[in-house]
């Protein structure tokens, strides 16, 4: 069984640009969470969406922003970049159902705004 | 404010001996706990978790106890290997209301080195 895909790896951007991440959750999941992992603030709750919906929020800005499509993979959006935005951006994955509530997680985008 | 807090950034221990990882939280609404075990550029892995109706949970060389009254969970690792080096995470997850979903709040994170 495949694990959580995150694409890309690696991502350079300047200030004031926007950038896309790519999330695609383990195959029977339909639950997708996004996190911000900083050194200072650990790993922070960006949004969760489940079949399309944005079920929960984090307190981030509304420069950060996500999607979900039909077939539960997500991409995670965030518009006019900030040096401060530069960061590990993780995915993880699970049933979103019942109570089985283990998130899996993809290695992550790390982006870095110069 | 922080709600689940790792107080030790790190911890050094020999191999074959215990390792116990502490987490302390705040939010009494908290009823899932999960630990997660971290190796540098590479995402959380899942390692055990908790329900708030259990006070210990065991799955081979890692045990987690929980202390509602405290507050307090631990994790213990027995005998600790030097392939247990890596950031542990705390987490804990409440229900969300109404929409049926959960978030995870996370520790800071506690750098465990297990000395050979």
Same mark, same amino acid.
């Given at each position: 069984k495949a694990g959580v895909t995150q694409t890309p790896r690696y991502l350079i951007k300047t200030r004031g640009q926007q950038v896309t991440l790519s999330c695609s959750p383990i195959s029977g999941h339909r639950s997708v969470s996004w996190y911000q992992q900083t050194p200072g603030q650990g790993l922070q709750f960006l949004f969760e969406y489940f079949s399309e919906t944005q079920r929960n929020k984090g307190n981030?800005? *509304?420069?950060f922003s996500g999607r979900q499509f039909s077939n539960s993979r997500s991409e995670m959006n965030v518009s006019t &970049?900030? &040096? *401060?935005?530069?960061a590990l951006y993780l995915c993880a994955s699970s049933s *979103?159902?019942?109570?089985?509530?283990e998130a899996f997680f993809g290695q992550g985008t790390r982006l870095t705004v110069v | 404010d922080q709600q689940v807090k790792q107080n030790s950034p790190s911890l050094s221990v020999q191999e074959g001996r215990i390792s116990i990882l502490n987490c302390d939280y705040t939010?009494?609404?908290?009823d899932y706990f999960l630990w997660y075990k971290k190796y540098p550029a590479e995402g959380p892995t899942f390692l055990i978790s908790i329900s708030s109706i259990k006070d210990k949970n065991e799955d081979g060389r890692f045990t987690v106890f929980l202390n509602k009254s405290a507050k307090h969970l631990s994790l213990h690792i027995?005998?600790?290997?030097?392939?247990?080096s890596a950031v542990y995470f705390c987490a804990a997850s409440a229900p969300h209301s109404g929409a049926g979903s959960y978030q995870l709040t996370f520790g800071k994170g506690t750098k465990l080195s297990v000395i050979p």
């Open positions: 981030f800005p *509304g420069r &970049l900030e &040096l *401060g935005d530069s *979103g159902q019942g109570a089985i509530l | 939010n009494s609404m908290f027995v005998p600790s290997q030097p392939g247990d």
